[in-house]
């Protein structure tokens, strides 16, 4: 099998190889889960602590992983960066 992973960048051509080897360099500390990234177990913790580090600007919600705070955030802004490619016929019932 050959991996079409492009990556020319050796910082993470070495982390993508760990998807390969199964290495899983960093362990939780409360209940010992590991992971391949020092990112993904800290954002782990979190679900240990309850840190919520980012906060919504609009309404002061929180989230404990950025991405969901970006998501969130398109709720007041009403911004659908998505759309589905397949159009349905609509239908007067």
Not at 80 to 88: I, Q
Request: net charge positive.
């Amino acid at each position: 099998m050959n991996c079409i992973q492009p990556s020319g960048v050796l910082k993470y051509n070495s982390r993508h190889m760990k998807t390969h080897t199964g290495e899983k360099p960093f362990s939780c500390p409360t209940c010992a889960k590991r992971f391949t990234t020092k990112g993904n177990l800290i954002i782990h913790i979190r679900t240990h602590t309850g840190e919520k580090p980012f906060s919504c600007p609009t309404c002061a919600k929180r989230f404990s992983i950025e991405g969901n705070l970006i998501i969130h955030i398109r709720t007041h802004t009403d911004e659908k960066p998505f759309s589905c490619p397949t159009s349905f016929p609509v239908s007067d019932g």
